[in-house]
């Protein structure tokens, strides 16, 4: 069965720091990669998506992921975070069928 | 921009008691999902429902649960007799078909549920 596992559950960082957020899966076959972002009382949005090309992706505001397929990951990264970043986000995984699977998930801080 | 929508946003109940939560998916999505959060936990997937059924399940989904699309808007998820085991965030997704083989369009999820088994 597929995993995904993050490797940070909280992330504590000031504003124009650099963000990285890691993302494994454990699946051998294709997959489609995503990163949801969960703002405070708010429902998960999608940061963006990987489907196959340039593994390369950017995303909405300023995010961008690599997907590295050796390493079985897809990690996130934002250059320059604001306070507005605040938020938790979500790794996803689409293997086989429908289904998404998911990380546990990543908490972030941004100190103002 | 169209959303998702689910009601209510919060539900209390008492154990052995059977609760309805309901979603409205996007106008023209097709595929239709429910996920649960327990606190602290991951978010796991429940089912997926297209063309009038269920096409996928996972274990957690068990006679228990139930769904079901009643008219051309809403998408209901029932939990026949509760246990705090379920009390849970419960999200729904839906999603428009793709465009084509080589494609799958992500899905969009509503503000979810939060379901309390007291």
């Known amino acids: 069965a597929q995993s995904v596992s993050q490797h940070n559950h909280h992330v504590i960082l000031s504003e124009a720091a650099s963000l990285e ?16 972002v969960q703002y405070p009382g708010q429902h ?3 940061l963006l998506k990987y ?3 340039d593994p390369l992706v950017k995303g909405i505001k300023g995010f961008e ?5 050796s390493k079985f990951s897809f990690n996130l990264r934002k250059p320059s975070v604001q306070w507005s970043d605040t938020a938790e986000y979500f790794c996803a995984v689409r293997a086989a069928g429908n289904k998404l699977t998911f990380g546990g998930g990543t908490r972030v801080l941004v100190k103002p | ?42 978010v796991e997937f429940l089912v997926s429902f297209y063309n009038n059924e269920i096409s996928e399940k996972s274990e957690i ?8 699309r009643p008219d051309g808007s809403n998408f209901t998820l029932k939990i026949r007799s509760t246990k705090l085991e379920d009390s849970a965030m419960y999200f729904c997704a839906s999603r428009s078909p ?3 083989e080589n494609s799958y369009n992500e899905q969009f999820f509503g503000p979810g549920t939060r379901l309390t088994v007291l």
């Open chain 2, 61 to 68: 989904f068990d006679d228990q649960f139930s769904v079901e």
């Open chain 2, 1 to 42: 921009e169209p959303e998702v929508t689910q009601t209510p946003s919060h539900q209390v109940t008492q154990m052995g008691q059977e609760v309805i939560l309901r979603c409205v998916p996007i106008s023209n999505h097709l595929y239709f999902y429910w996920y649960r959060q327990i606190l602290g936990q991951k």
């Open chain 1, 44 to 46: 998960l949005q999608l």
């Open chain 2, 98 to 100: 793709s465009g084509g």
């Open chain 1, 51 to 53: 489907f196959s090309g």
């Open chain 1, 65 to 69: 992921a690599e997907f590295i397929k």
């Open chain 1, 21 to 36: 957020l890691g993302c494994n899966y454990s699946y051998g076959g294709t997959v489609n990669l995503f990163w949801y």
